[in-house]
């Protein structure tokens, strides 16, 4: 069946250290895969974007890796903030319709 | 910037009532989605429409669920007889002319069935 899923469900930095956030993915046919934010009481927040035949992409603070051979993606989060404490959700799109499957959900916690 | 909007921010019904959500896509999109969020869970696909009819659906999205575009600009979510279940954040989302072309998410529905 088609799974994402999230290794950590939360991490805790130090505001100015980095974050990495991990996400494996089950469907070796998935194509484009996103990363979302979503702060509490709101709806999920494009981050970055990767299509498939791409293994890094970068974005202002942001970048995320994908490793096709075995099904992983990742968000890097440079100099973190008190303003990155959310949850972020990895996602991919499967097939026709633009359905997007997502992750569980990792809790970001940025110490001051 | 635009954005898409979702109305009401949240509602309340009985079991067994009819419900519809209502959301305004970004006006230039040609995708339009809805998405639910049970408390303290991964957002879940219910279907995506595309050229005024479904293009696909989840297996949540059974016969009590329906969309409509009514107009050029609202898409709408009923759901014909709420169960206690389907008390969830319900999102709307909407992306442009392409295939895998970023999804914007409204700020959702929270759905409270009594």
């Known amino acids: 069946g088609e799974s994402v899923g999230l290794h950590l469900p939360t991490l805790s930095v130090q505001e100015g250290d980095n974050s990495i956030i991990n996400c494996a993915y089950s469907n070796s046919a998935s194509d484009y895969f996103i990363w979302y934010k979503q702060e509490s009481g709101k709806g999920p927040q494009f981050i970055i974007d990767?299509?498939?035949?791409?293994d890094k992409r970068q974005g202002q603070r942001v970048t995320v890796l994908l490793n096709k051979t075995v099904k992983h993606l990742s968000l890097q989060i440079a100099a973190t903030q008190p303003g990155d404490s959310a949850v972020y959700f990895c996602?991919?799109?499967?097939?026709?319709?633009?359905?997007?499957?997502f992750g569980a959900g990792t809790i970001l916690r940025v110490k001051s | 910037e635009p954005e898409v909007t979702q109305t009401p921010s949240h509602q309340v019904t009985q079991m067994g009532q009819e419900v519809i959500l209502r959301c305004v896509p970004i006006s230039n999109h040609l995708y339009f989605y809805w998405y639910r969020q049970i408390l303290g869970q991964k957002v879940e696909f219910l279907v995506s429409f595309y050229n005024n009819e479904i293009s696909e659906k989840s297996e949540i999205f059974d016969d009590q669920f329906s969309v409509e575009r009514p107009d050029g600009s609202n898409f709408t979510l009923k759901i014909r007889s709420t169960k206690l279940e389907d008390s969830a954040m319900y999102f709307c989302?909407?992306?442009?002319?392409?295939?895998?072309?970023?999804?914007?998410f409204g700020p959702g529905t929270r759905l409270t069935v009594l």
């Open positions: 989302a909407s992306s442009g002319l392409a295939e895998m072309s970023e999804q914007f």
């Open positions: 990767i299509r498939s035949n791409m």
């Open positions: 996602a991919e799109n499967i097939g026709y319709g633009n359905k997007l499957v």
